[in-house]
């Protein structure tokens, strides 16, 4: 697949983007990303918007400015962090066609959350991707629900779309890109409909809309391959919030191309570092072309050798198995961003190995 040109940079596909949810990723920094191979990241629009605002976030410039991250950035709609607050609790909010009605303190006062402002806060952003506002459901979720969710999405993706072309009018250069979200829960007709609907009105890539877990937490793959075959081919498929490495393998052969997920960095804080097994093969989909590292094994403890001889990363290309079982035990804050910078490269070469086979 071709890579998806963005204003700052070209993202190779498959690609995966580490979650940097308010503008930073979780006990490591931007710089040890450099050489992983992975390219943008993943930032939170909802919590942005809270903290510390889409105004003062234009004011320094826009997140790479504000940030000092020179990659392609993606912002989420903010949609899904408001569905899954009012769907636990109805107090905070309702869903209405003009848009999202939201109460942070379950009072008085209120946010209106509509397609327009969404828009609007991501250009404040600056983002190089943009996703439309879209209503999220749960498979589980009965039909009616479901339908509601398919005729919401496609009427707010047309207005994201005209707010979007609005303010790219007359935009020099390379502008921003726009994707569109398939819903439809574990409903095919209702997928393979948001999906067409949606290219009528025409959006840069499109991703997975809903929840992949069913109420018993279980993994529906089923969901995840309608909504795939929703998406136009010519266009990137998004897979938001999914990121194992074996769900990545899975996906790929689907027909996704690119990822988000926090699994890397807080697997790396809970000690838990991925390592290849040397000699499988990487397209196994049980995920067993893979290890985990556990950092506080005993057995590590005189153990001079990089967690992974074959990784570059800055734990393995400069400190041992030994010293980052030390820095745990110790409770030092360069455990967590050695352990993270680790994990990142793992999804980095990943990465690179399922473009070259794909």
């Known amino acids: 697949m071709a890579d998806l040109i963005t204003r700052h940079g070209p993202v190779p596909l498959p690609n995966f983007f580490p979650d940097a949810t308010y503008g930073a990723i979780r006990a490591t920094g931007f710089e040890d990303m450099e050489g992983s191979g992975l390219t943008g990241l993943v930032m939170n629009s909802y919590h942005l918007m809270n903290r510390p605002g889409p105004k003062a976030i234009k004011a320094m410039g826009g997140l790479n400015a504000f940030t000092g991250f020179s990659g392609p950035i993606l912002t989420d709609s903010g949609g899904f962090q408001l569905y899954s607050l009012i769907r636990e609790n109805p107090a905070y909010g309702e869903i209405r066609p003009g848009g999202i009605i939201f109460r942070p303190d379950m009072g008085r006062e209120k946010l209106d959350f509509t397609p327009e402002k969404c ?12 996703m439309a506002l879209d209503v999220c459901t749960a498979p589980d979720d009965p039909y009616e629900v479901q339908k509601r969710s398919v005729d919401l999405t496609v009427a707010w993706g047309r207005r994201c779309r005209e707010a979007f072309d609005t303010l790219t009018a007359g935009m020099r250069g390379q502008r921003p890109l726009l994707f569109g979200i398939v819903q439809g829960g574990a409903d095919r007709d209702l997928r393979i409909e948001c999906g067409k609907r949606l290219e009528e009105i025409g959006f840069d890539g499109y991703g997975f809309g809903g929840w992949p877990l069913d109420a018993d937490g279980r993994y529906r793959e089923d969901v995840l391959r309608y909504a795939c075959e929703a998406m136009p081919d010519h266009k990137p498929k998004y897979a938001m919030g999914l990121g194992r490495p074996e769900e990545i393998v899975r996906l790929v052969k689907m027909g ?21 097994k040397e000699g499988e093969e990487i397209w196994r989909e049980d995920g067993k072309f893979y290890a985990f590292h556990y950092a506080l094994d ?29 820095l745990f035990k ?23 190995r399922l473009r070259e086979g794909a």
Not at 119 to 130: E, N, P, W
Not at 264 to 276: D, M, N
Not at 307 to 320: F, I, K, M, R
């Open 330 to 352: 110790i409770g030092d804050a360069q455990a967590l961003r050695l352990a993270s910078a680790h994990n990142l490269f793992f999804y980095g070469r990943l990465m690179e």
């Open 256 to 276: 996704y191309s690119l990822f988000d997920c926090v699994i890397p960095t807080r697997e790396a804080r809970h000690q838990r570092l991925y390592v290849f």
């Open 119 to 130: 828009i609007q806060a991501q250009f404040q952003y600056g983002s190089d991707i943009m």
């Open 298 to 326: 005993e057995r590590h403890a005189r153990d001079s050798r990089p967690v992974d001889e074959t990784c570059a990363c800055p734990l393995c290309s400069g400190h041992s198995r030994a010293y980052l079982y030390h």
